[in-house]
């Protein structure tokens, strides 16, 4: 069965699927839109206790309600000092360090630094031997991901790519799965020097969106790269702070240099993860 899931992946026309997937979950049709949504809630026990709006006849579509809010409060904050926030629930795909510009994937799989970062050799230099965690979000989950610390944007940069699933069995099968799919790759400025959050899609992810930008996937194809150092005005968000989210679930990875970060020892791959939670510390003298 996996090798077929696998094959199947390769054969789908996944992009045009996920396009699809995106207009069905942004149809605002109110029998059809609280039916995809009753039914999603559902088949994976979907918690909306949390949400800002319990109820969810009052969500203006699918992607609406995929993106619901939380009631202020549901997700406190770590505060202590040098502590990095988890940006997502979900659950540890992997989590560790950045070697000879390598990230550990899965059981026998790694890919590229380079490729991630999409061939950017300056911003894949602020990373070398850093460290790096990778937090899967499944459909159940809040699909909002926020700031593991404080931070000045830098750049964000697209990048076209697959639309492979990224659940463990693929991850565990499909070569440079997170350097192969559609992302777009956040560098920040921190009290820990750079912080890169990437936000990668997979299938059915009908987009990616920013704060700052609106949806951001999918645009034109090719890497497009903005640059925020010189902008008018400076984009700068608090530690828990939302920085994006996505419409349908997936991956948020982040990156620090070399020797500012160290994760705690209970996270390790399958570990869950909460939003907000202490998820490392930073080292006070690298």
Known sequence: MKIAFIILQYLLPQ?????????????????????????????????????????????????????RELKAGARPICDAEGDIACPADGAISQIGKITGGRIFQAKGQDYSLL????????????????????????????????????GTLQSMSYIPGALF??????????QGLFARNERVVCLFDTEAGP??????????????????????????????????????????????????????????????AKDRAEWLETFQATTATRLGETLGQLKQNP
């Open 115 to 150: 490729a991630l970062l999409g061939g950017d050799r300056e911003m894949t230099a602020q990373f070398e031997n850093g460290s790096f965690a990778t937090v899967y979000l499944s459909p159940r989950d809040y699909h909002r991901v926020h700031m593991p610390l404080a």
């Open 195 to 256: 912080m890169a959050v990437i936000l990668v899609g997979a299938m059915i992810v009908a987009g990616i969106e920013t704060v700052w930008d609106g949806q951001v996937a999918p645009p034109p194809k090719g890497i497009k790269t903005t640059d925020y150092r010189q902008a008018a005005r400076e984009i700068h968000l608090e530690k828990g702070a939302e920085m994006g989210r996505f419409k349908l679930g997936s991956t948020a990875i982040v990156l620090f």
């Open 15 to 67: 992009h045009l699927l996920s396009r699809l997937v995106g207009k069905l979950a942004d149809t605002e049709i109110p029998w059809l839109k609280d039916l995809l949504i009753e039914r999603f809630i559902k088949q994976y026990q979907v918690d909306m206790s949390e949400a800002a709006d319990s109820d969810y006849r009052n969500y203006a579509n699918f992607n609406a309600f995929f993106t």
């Open 165 to 174: 699933s990224v659940n463990t069995t693929t991850a565990e099968n499909v």
